[in-house]
């Protein structure tokens, strides 16, 4: 793996090897038949499980959903084995055409909510034998989220591993961006060695059902709440109460007057 490393040399914006090197370790452990990486951006992950896998009778389809960009060519000139196709699309919908065989799932693009729900999904299919999130760093919702609804769980910023493989990733930092140190991202505090690698495995059950469906519960009234906070008539009765309470005595008069009228329709 320090071989590969080294010769595929870092891309901003990439998840770093020891990350990768987890995610490696459990695709060789369940003898996988099938990859597929969703989010290629500049190709080093997709370069480095290229690599790592070239003598292996493994798939590997890499999924990113904006054709033609400036970073194609880069991922392109990146990849130069055969094992990997490229692929585009939103993978929330186009990831199950390439299941196959016993198959793992890197998603590094959908991130956060979106991310460990679509995770939670794929783990309904049988042939998925388990799935990586990359970023989920202890200081984001998306994290506790993972926490709570995979039952079989590992991540990349447990201290013993970090201890273990920090080393690896010695060249990338710099590259990384200014001001990201480790637990540091731009300048946020991020409670995590680095953004961090949750590999969810597919076993008996994978998914702690209650959790799942709380959380759904609990996105669907944030988003109720967020819709019903930013309509037009909503933002209109904030205007009118707003009046009442700090408008002269006549601004303050009319507005109470139209906010009785307006009662039956204002939310
Ligand atoms: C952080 S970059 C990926 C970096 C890459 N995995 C690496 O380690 O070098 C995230 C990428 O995910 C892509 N992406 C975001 N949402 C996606 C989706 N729903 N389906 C496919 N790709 C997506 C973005 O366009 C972006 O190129």
Same mark, same amino acid.
């Given at each position: 793996?320090?071989?590969?490393?080294?010769?595929v040399g870092y891309e901003g914006g990439g998840m770093f090897p020891s990350e990768?090197?987890?995610?490696?370790?459990?695709?060789?452990?369940?003898?996988?038949?099938?990859?597929?990486?969703?989010?290629?951006?500049?190709?080093?992950?997709?370069?480095?499980?290229?690599?790592?896998?070239?003598?292996?009778?493994?798939?590997?389809?890499?999924?990113?959903?904006?054709?033609?960009?400036?970073?194609?060519?880069?991922?392109?000139?990146?990849?130069? +084995?055969?094992?990997?196709?490229?692929?585009?699309?939103?993978?929330?919908?186009?990831?199950?055409?390439?299941?196959?065989?016993?198959?793992?799932?890197?998603?590094? %693009?959908?991130? %956060?909510?979106?991310?460990?729900?679509?995770?939670?999904?794929?783990?309904?299919? +049988?042939?998925?034998?388990?799935?990586?999130?990359?970023?989920?760093?202890?200081?984001?919702?998306?994290?506790?989220?993972?926490?709570?609804?995979?039952?079989?769980?590992?991540?990349?910023? +447990?201290?013993?591993?970090? %201890?273990?493989?920090?080393?690896?990733?010695?060249?990338?930092?710099?590259?990384?961006?200014?001001?990201?140190?480790?637990?540091?991202?731009?300048?946020?505090?991020?409670?995590?060695?680095?953004?961090?690698?949750?590999?969810?495995?597919?076993?008996?059950?994978?998914?702690?059902? &209650?959790?799942?469906?709380?959380?759904?519960?609990?996105?669907?009234?944030?988003?109720?709440?967020?819709?019903?906070?930013?309509?037009?008539?909503?933002?209109?009765?904030? &205007?009118? &109460?707003? &009046?009442?309470?700090? %408008?002269?005595?006549?601004?303050?008069?009319?507005?109470?007057?139209?906010?009785?009228?307006?009662?039956?329709?204002?939310?």
């Amino acid at each position: 793996m320090e071989k590969i490393v080294d010769r595929v040399g870092y891309e901003g914006g990439g998840m770093f090897p020891s990350e990768l090197l987890l995610f490696i370790y459990f695709c060789d452990k369940r003898k996988v038949d099938t990859i597929i990486e969703s989010g290629r951006y500049r190709g080093y992950s997709t370069a480095i499980l290229s690599e790592y896998f070239v003598d292996k009778d493994i798939d590997i389809y890499s999924i990113e959903r904006n054709k033609n960009t400036e970073v194609e060519e880069i991922a392109r000139k990146k990849v130069d +084995n055969n094992n990997v196709e490229f692929k585009y699309g939103d993978s929330t919908e186009v990831m199950k055409r390439y299941v196959g065989g016993r198959t793992t799932a890197l998603i590094d %693009g959908p991130k %956060g909510d979106k991310a460990v729900l679509f995770a939670a999904k794929l783990m309904k299919h +049988n042939d998925i034998s388990l799935v990586a999130i990359h970023d989920l760093y202890r200081n984001r919702f998306a994290r506790n989220m993972s926490e709570l609804i995979f039952n079989h769980k590992y991540y990349s910023d +447990n201290e013993k591993y970090v %201890g273990e493989f920090k080393y690896m990733d010695e060249k990338c930092w710099h590259r990384a961006g200014d001001n990201t140190e480790p637990f540091q991202w731009d300048r946020k505090d991020i409670g995590s060695y680095a953004r961090t690698l949750g590999v969810f495995l597919n076993n008996d059950p994978p998914v702690n059902k &209650q959790a799942e469906e709380n959380i759904y519960e609990y996105l669907d009234n944030k988003q109720t709440e967020y819709k019903y906070n930013n309509t037009p008539l909503y933002n209109i009765r904030n &205007q009118l &109460q707003t &009046q009442i309470n700090e %408008g002269g005595p006549v601004q303050s008069t009319i507005a109470g007057g139209i906010l009785k009228i307006g009662r039956k329709i204002l939310p």
